[in-house]
T-cell receptor
């Protein structure tokens, strides 16, 4: 595997479910990011981790809970989501938060019913 | 309030002609700009960037122009090819590098053979 991978690619969940999104980067980067892309909206930054430490939480509701056990793995735990949370969730990584070139995974298409 | 604006949601161009994608920004503190390209079912991939100390950066068929006084940048693709059909995102960042990338909504380019 190379680059940034995300699983699952598609997820349908009910509002009472608990699920997790997984991201893994094989680039030796130190920073990882979660973005949300909703229809007709810009990419919205959710969380930033640098060397496993969270450095940015962009006013994300607590029903989204990130976890970064090491510099290569990033999770987004989902709990009691709302239908408006349906979106494409993208993970990205970069050498550091000061490095501008972020490498994106293919995303997880989430549908909340 | 959107700090990075891509006012054209879509653009159609004939193969072989020039594609011009536009981007405006409102934050005068931005001093590094990037273009990302996104195919369906894939994450965005970095295409080209420009620092505010330059007004042009060229890489093969892709050229980015920056007009700081107008807070405007554009991406030129010459000649356009059907494989260029994708969504193009403009992004901007402050030179401190520790602030997140701010993305526009994207412009969908269709290159017609």
């Amino acid at each position: 595997e190379t680059g940034v991978t995300q699983t699952p690619r598609h997820l349908v969940m009910g509002m009472t479910n608990k699920k997790s999104l997984k991201c893994e980067q094989h680039l030796g980067h130190n920073a990882m990011y979660w973005y949300k892309q909703s229809a007709k909206k810009p990419l919205e930054l959710m969380f930033v981790y640098n060397f496993k430490e969270q450095t940015e939480n962009n006013s994300v509701p607590s029903r989204f809970s990130p976890e970064c056990p090491n510099s290569s793995h990033l999770f987004l735990h989902l709990h009691t989501l709302q239908p408006e949370d349906s979106a494409l969730y993208l993970c990205a990584s970069s050498q550091g938060t000061g490095n501008y070139e972020q490498y994106f995974g293919p995303g997880t298409r989430l549908t909340v019913t | 309030d959107q700090q990075v604006k891509q006012n054209s949601p879509s653009l159609s161009v004939q193969e072989g002609r020039i594609s011009i994608l536009n981007c405006d920004y409102t934050n005068s503190m931005f001093d590094y700009f990037l273009w990302y390209k996104k195919y369906p079912a894939e994450g965005p991939t970095f295409l080209i960037s420009i620092s505010s100390i330059k007004d042009k950066n060229e890489d093969g068929r892709f050229t980015v122009f920056l007009n700081k006084s107008a807070k405007h940048l554009s991406l030129h693709i010459v000649p356009s090819q059907p494989g260029d059909s994708a969504v193009y995102f403009c992004a901007a960042i402050r030179n401190s590098g520790n602030t997140p990338l701010v993305f526009g909504k994207g412009t969908r380019l269709s290159v017609i053979a």
